[in-house]
């Protein structure tokens, strides 16, 4: 089912692949490098053996999540998901010295916020759309710097996360996006123009 959707996905986004009429030097910069590298990074077949009962799909994010760490080399971040051990794994794998803060979707508000009441900034983010997904991007948002990025996964999930998704593009607060349709992807540097890249990813 994931290979046919993708495959629909691909088509409907063929005009977008790899950079393809994006003006912008550092948008066009992300998308070849990060978010659409095929460079085989050493660390990916121990990844993969590791995590083998994992779904293509699930080893497709991993890898993008690899490659941002990799690229943002960010101290901390803030995993509000329910595979939060493979997607440490990835992370630290992209980068060593960051320290993952997990939640799940599933813990009570409280927990939520004694976790990230221990984070001074938060440089990284990863979010599914499950819980209390709003209130913790809401709360996140105080706490962003230039340098942050947060990935919102599950944006075409359903009517509502397609739906937050398009407020968070919208608005002037959130500069720079990327939609992956799998994911989205927030920049917070104020000094860019406003935009909203679509990606064949």
């Not at 991993?62 to 493979?86: E, G, K």
């Amino acid at each position: 089912m994931y290979k046919i959707r993708r495959a629909l996905v691909w088509l409907r986004r063929s005009r977008h692949s790899r950079g393809f009429g994006v003006q912008s030097p550092w948008a066009y910069r992300f998308i070849r490098y990060v978010v659409n590298e095929h460079y085989p990074y050493y660390s990916y077949a121990s990844l993969e053996d590791k995590w083998k009962e994992s779904s293509m799909k699930e080893r497709k994010l991993c890898r993008l999540y690899f490659r941002i760490s990799n690229y943002l080399q960010s101290p901390t971040v803030l995993d509000y998901s329910d595979a939060c051990d493979m997607f440490s794994d990835y992370v630290r794998s992209g980068c060593r010295h960051t320290t993952v803060n997990s939640v799940s979707p599933d813990s009570p508000i409280e927990r939520i916020d004694e976790v990230m009441s221990g984070m001074e900034s938060i440089p990284f983010l990863r979010l599914v759309t499950k819980g209390h997904y709003k209130t913790v991007f809401e709360k996140a948002v105080t706490k962003t710097t230039e340098q942050s990025l947060f990935i919102i996964e599950g944006i075409n999930k359903s009517k509502e996360a397609k739906a937050f998704w398009k407020e968070i593009v919208s608005s002037e607060q959130f500069p720079t996006t990327f939609d992956l349709y799998y994911c989205g992807i927030i920049f917070f540097d104020f000094r860019r123009y406003k935009e909203n890249y679509i990606v064949n990813f």
